[in-house]
């Protein structure tokens, strides 16, 4: 009898653990997959609450109708390939949301000169409502701000073949092919492709990785760099894991290459503090003076898209900058940066829950 209630009693603790660590389960992919806890218990069940394998299935869901009809022409026969050719052409008859307004008052001089000009974004293409409004909302940022470089995260494979259509001034790479992922866009008169390669990290359990792309931007070699890092504050160490890797990565690239990485890092302060950056590698929100007017871009106090019943201000999205050292290369250094996304839709949302980073650099 003693025996039987001693092992009760030890088998309580352990089932009281199970639940908790499902329920933090369902917390997290309600908030990676922008979902409710009911429907994230749902896929973890079903997939004996294994987090990658629970995600693929709920991505694997037909997400297509989140887009008009008139978005993607019936008449389209144009294969989807699976590896973005460095040489395609933009579509036939495609009307492209991104060209340059004739009514611009972006002067000639300056598409002309060696200034680089970049946006992060993490689009959060996981939120399906208004999804291709948002998506024009983007476009017509890339119209305002005619940047070279656009570091994309959160991508769905509809929003891609949408960008596809509907900005074709610019060459877009896909750092996957299902479910959610990066992507990055470069301005096809600008910025020529060398290759792309995407690198894993071995231990996620959301589908991240790392997008690089080596370019030549105006005679100068550029290597681009894109990441969705690890989210949730309980994830901090496979975080900082995959931050060790993008640092090495830009640490250990050529000193003919001017290094750019934008992203999600989802970074807390003491997290970049215990993995420490480089010392060729800057902060370029530090760098230009830690402006407090472009530090949080996820900010739940000033974006409403997502409704959660507390306020959260954080600095998620980073831009990291790694100079060429050789001589006789130019140096580019940072010079400008803001939030971009600040203005509400007509449907009333803002183009995604994250506030864009737009980021330009220039010759020292």
């Known amino acids: 009898m003693d025996k039987m209630a001693s092992t009760s009693e030890s088998d309580k603790p352990s089932v009281s653990n199970v639940e908790e660590n499902r329920a933090r389960l369902c917390d ?17 069940a079903e997939n004996e609450w294994e987090m990658e394998r629970a995600l693929n299935s709920f991505f694997e869901a037909d997400m297509e109708r989140v887009f008009e009809v008139e ?17 395609e052409k933009p579509a036939r008859g495609c009307i492209d949301l991104t060209e340059d307004s004739p009514a611009s008052t972006r002067k000639p001089s300056e598409e002309d000169d060696g200034k680089l000009s970049v946006i992060s974004w993490n689009v959060d293409g ?14 017509s940022y890339l119209v305002l701000y005619t940047p070279d470089v656009v570091f994309l995260q959160e ?8 960008l596809k259509k509907r900005a074709v001034s610019y060459l877009i790479i896909e750092g996957g092919e299902d479910g959610y992922f990066t992507g990055m866009m470069l301005k096809r008169s600008r910025v020529k492709l060398v290759e792309n ?21 105006k005679g100068q070699k550029l290597c681009l760099m894109t990441s969705h890092l690890e989210s949730c504050k309980g994830h901090a160490e496979e975080r900082m894991k995959q931050l060790r890797v993008v640092m090495q990565r830009m640490r250990e690239a050529s000193d003919d290459f001017t290094v ?12 970049v503090t215990k993995v420490g950056l480089p ?5 370029v929100w530090e760098q230009l003076g830690k402006q407090e007017h472009c530090r949080y871009t996820w900010d739940t106090k000033a974006n409403n898209n997502k409704t959660v019943p507390f306020v959260s201000r954080c600095r998620f999205d980073r831009v990291y900058f790694r100079p060429a ?4 290369v130019p140096r580019l250094a940072p010079d400008h940066m803001a939030l971009v996304g600040l203005e509400k839709l007509d449907c009333g949302r803002y183009t995604s829950d994250h506030w864009g980073i737009y980021c330009s650099f220039s010759a020292g």
């Open 28 to 44: 997290e992919f309600a908030v990676i997959a922008g979902t409710d806890s009911a429907v994230a218990q749902c896929y973890l």
């Open 71 to 87: 978005d993607f022409p019936e008449d389209d026969t144009s294969p989807k390939t699976k590896r973005q050719k460095v040489d």
């Open 126 to 139: 996981l939120d399906t409502d208004n999804l291709a409004e948002r998506a024009r909302g983007l476009c």
């Open 155 to 162: 991508l769905i494979p509809p929003y891609v073949q949408y």
């Open 197 to 217: 390669e995407i690198i894993t990290y071995p231990t996620t359990k959301m589908m991240r990785n790392l997008l690089v792309a080596q370019v030549d931007f």
């Open 260 to 271: 750019l990485f934008g992203g999600d890092t989802n970074l807390r302060d003491t997290e």
């Open 279 to 283: 010392s060729s590698v800057c902060d």
């Open 325 to 328: 050292t050789k001589d006789g």
